[in-house]
């Protein structure tokens, strides 16, 4: 692995992290795009995921309102249906 | 194998809506409940939610991330991008329980506290100032400069141990069993 690889590496990595802890600034996000062409094989959700873990382990579960659910569970149950149909796709 | 939750919802299994709400609900009501000031606006935030992991139930891999840190991951990207667009801090103060009576509980919810647990496991093997710069920034919602001045840390530091951090919590993701599944990082 060249020296280049692993300094890309590296700057991707610190580029996630900063993301997944602060945000970026247009300049980093402009960067960091580079480097996600630059490095093979790069998880550009990994450090998102480690972030995930740190919300994981703070929050105190509290049950869904009642009503909330009976509304979440009509337009899901859409949904669902439209996906099959593909006429629910990406943005 | 049996299929997850969200591989069931991406199969079009109707019935795995209900059984996501059950499991899943809770977590994302509890997430979105920090970071909201009102209850109405908590309620969008997790319709919202729920709209996007249905739609992004397809791209879940169980030898990736659990299905719990999976909509963890989802939910945090969508209440930033909300607060982003409505350009205010997040209000981490949570809503009076009053305002959530009449929830339901369900097993499931036992199991995500578990996952939880075992998420607080991994934090603890982290050096105090990395665990309480990411606490302070993914919990609390504080910007690299507040949490420099909550801990009396330059900036660089700060960001420092963020990265730090981050990056142990993802090598200790990549050498054990990814939390709640029997499935290695990817």
């Known amino acids: 692995m060249s020296s280049e690889l692993c300094r890309d590496e590296r700057r991707f990595l610190e580029l996630l992290a900063d993301r997944a802890a602060f945000g970026l600034r247009q300049s980093e996000e ?56 593909g006429l629910f796709g990406e943005e | ?19 996501c709400l059950d499991a899943y609900g809770g977590l994302v009501w509890s997430l979105a ?7 109405e606006d908590a309620e969008d935030a997790v319709q919202e939610i729920f709209v996007e992991i249905w739609r992004k139930a397809e791209k879940y891999n169980p030898e990736v991330a659990s299905e719990a840190t999976y909509i963890t991951m989802i939910a945090r990207r969508r209440l930033i ?10 209000d981490t103060t949570a809503l009076s329980d009053d305002l959530v009576s009449g929830g339901i509980e369900h097993e499931r919810q036992v199991e995500i506290r578990e996952e939880a647990a075992q998420a607080r496991h991994y934090l603890e ?3 105090p100032e990395e665990r309480k710069v990411l606490e302070l920034s993914i919990n ?14 330059p900036l660089g530091t700060v960001k420092t141990h963020a990265r730090r951090g981050l990056i142990r919590l ?10 709640g599944s029997k499935g290695a990082d990817a």
């Open chain 2, 140 to 153: 609390e919602g504080m910007s690299q400069s507040q949490v420099a001045e909550a801990m009396n840390m």
């Open chain 2, 170 to 179: 993802r090598e200790m993701l990549g050498t054990a069993d990814v939390i």
């Open chain 2, 1 to 19: 194998m049996p299929l997850s939750l969200l591989q069931r919802v991406a199969s079009g299994d109707a019935a795995a809506v209900d059984a």
């Open chain 1, 30 to 85: 402009q960067e960091l795009r580079a480097l996600t062409e630059r490095v093979p094989g790069g998880d550009a959700e990994c450090m998102e995921r480690s972030a995930a873990v740190v919300q994981l382990a703070g929050v105190a579960i509290y049950p869904l309102p009642r009503s909330l659910r009976d509304r979440l569970r009509d337009t899901g149950r859409r949904c669902v249906v439209s996906l099959q149909g």
């Open chain 2, 81 to 90: 991008d909300r607060y982003r667009r409505q350009s205010r801090v997040p």
């Open chain 2, 33 to 39: 409940r920090r970071m909201c000031r009102r209850h």
């Open chain 2, 125 to 127: 093997q982290l050096r």
